[in-house]
Every structure is written in C-alpha cells, then in structure tokens.
C-alpha cells in the first residue's frame, strides 16, 4: 500500500457535505457537546468538519476513525470513474495520531472499507477530486476481507434506481458503532463489529424519506485468522441508531417508516434490496 500527504493548500477548494442538498435542512447529527468531548478538532481550530468534494468527515480523537461520514449524491450526474492506483492519503488538516493507517492493514485480511462509498460522491466538476478524495485513512475503517457487504453497498444503487426519488438526489451518513468490548487488535486498534447507515431523500411526491439501516455479527470471532462469520444487515428505525451511538438525527425520524410501527423495536434482516421498506 503506498501512502501520500496532499499539501493542505490543496483543500482550499473542498465545499464538504450540503445541509440543503435536498431543499430541506439536513444538519450534521453531532450535538455540540458531543463534538467538545469526542471530535478531532482542525488543526487551524477551524471546526471538527473535515470538508472534502461532495462529502465530510468528523473524526473521533478515542477511536482514530470516523464518528460519521455525510454524502450528497447526485444520481443523475454521478460518473463511472475508474478506481485509481492503490494509494491512500493522510489528511494533513488533523494531526496523523487521530488517523489509523497502514501499520493497521498491513500482512492481514483487513480491507480498508470505504465508509463513503468511492463513487457516491463523484459527480459534479469535482468529480475526479472526490473519486480520490474517498482514498483518506480518514474514510476507512478496518473490515474483514470476507465481510459480506453486497446489501449493504448496494442500498444506494437500490434507492437511486428503484424508487421514486425526486431529482435523483440522496443524503447517506454512516459510521461505526463503537462499544467498549469491541476487538482490540495488535494491541492499540479497536475494530468495530457493527456499522450503520441512514439514508434520506426527497421523493416525487415532495415528502422527505428516511431510512437506517445496520451491518452486524453477534458472534464476533476476535482471532484475525479466521472469517469473522456471517455479517446481515438490518433496517432498523432511526431512534435506534441515536441510541447506539448517541449522536441526533434530529427530525429525521418523523420521516422513518419504522420508527412509527406499533409493537415495540422493529428491525427487518435485508436479504436483498426489495426488502427495503421506503
């Protein structure tokens, strides 16, 4: 794996994640207090935001990944760009002590898994900014090789191909969810075993929609070795994502269609994307 730093100068360009990319004012889930106590903060004291094209980054200062990634997707002007060459960049505007980098993934069966995906935010006359911009240690976490992620990366595809989204135009965040028993390994990396995602949109009929969604393993196998088993994935309502990783997606779940079934916590396993109740 090669390694680069861009020069900061660089960024100067980067607008990061829209809050009003769909008409309606979707803000960072991160409370203040939450930042103050778990965020990295700019090394110009700028913020927490790591601003790239199309997409952000808010960084924990515990875990040395993110807490939470934000895109806008454009699906009626996303290009098919190739994936580059194998090198992947620090980011200069953080101290490299908040990043995990190669010495992580390095004579392992650990990928570096994209937690925006690489072509979601390449579109626009950034494109082939943000096609590179998705190659920062500040955008991966550690994932098994074998981790099946097929339902998982294919949920934006789903969305912006099979339902009526207004525009074309979708909001993705996703993270980790951090537990104090999750794996450490080589001494000083805590991997997760679960991530999470929520996606919202405008459909044509104006209404916004939101929808979370889980990938996770109960039975967490902590020797590397090995296949870590089975990942599924779960649509889950909102409320249950702020209460695993108390960040507050504010009224976002008044737009979920799990969040207002009767019967206590619903969660469905997603199979395949038809699953997925919009």
């Known amino acids: 794996m090669n390694t680069e730093e861009m020069p900061i100068n660089s960024y ?58 934000a895109v806008n997707i454009d699906g009626s002007n996303l290009e098919d760009l190739p994936r580059k060459k194998d090198v992947w960049y620090f980011d200069p505007r953080i101290d490299k002590k908040y990043q995990y980098g190669p010495e992580l993934y390095s004579n392992n069966e650990l990928d570096r898994g994209h937690l925006v995906r690489r072509l979601d935010p390449v579109w626009g006359p950034l494109a082939i900014t943000a096609n590179e911009d998705t190659f920062h240690f500040t955008n991966c976490s550690p994932q098994h090789k074998n981790l099946n992620q097929r339902t998982w990366l294919d949920l934006e595809d789903y969305v912006l191909k099979n339902t009526d989204v207004n525009d074309l135009k979708v909001t993705v965040f996703t993270g980790p969810i951090f537990r104090i028993d999750d794996m450490v390994y080589r001494g000083k990396f805590k991997i997760p075993a679960e991530f999470w995602k929520v996606v919202v949109m405008r459909k044509k009929n104006n209404e916004i929609s939101a929808t979370a969604y889980m990938q996770t393993q109960k039975n967490f196998i902590t020797n590397l070795e090995f296949a870590f088993g089975e990942y599924k994935t779960y649509q889950v309502p909102i409320p249950k994502i702020e209460s695993l990783t108390n960040l507050n997606f504010d009224k976002l779940s008044s737009f979920d269609p799990l969040s207002g079934l009767e019967g206590g916590e619903v969660s469905r396993v997603i199979e395949n994307p038809n699953d997925i109740i919009i």
């Open 12 to 69: 100067s360009d980067r607008l990061g994640y829209d809050t009003k990319f769909l008409d309606y004012p979707i803000p960072f889930p991160m409370t203040s207090e939450r930042l103050a106590q778990e965020a990295v903060q700019l090394n110009d004291l700028s913020g927490y935001e790591l601003k790239y094209s199309n997409f952000s980054v808010v960084m924990s200062k515990s875990r040395n990944i993110a807490i939470v990634t």
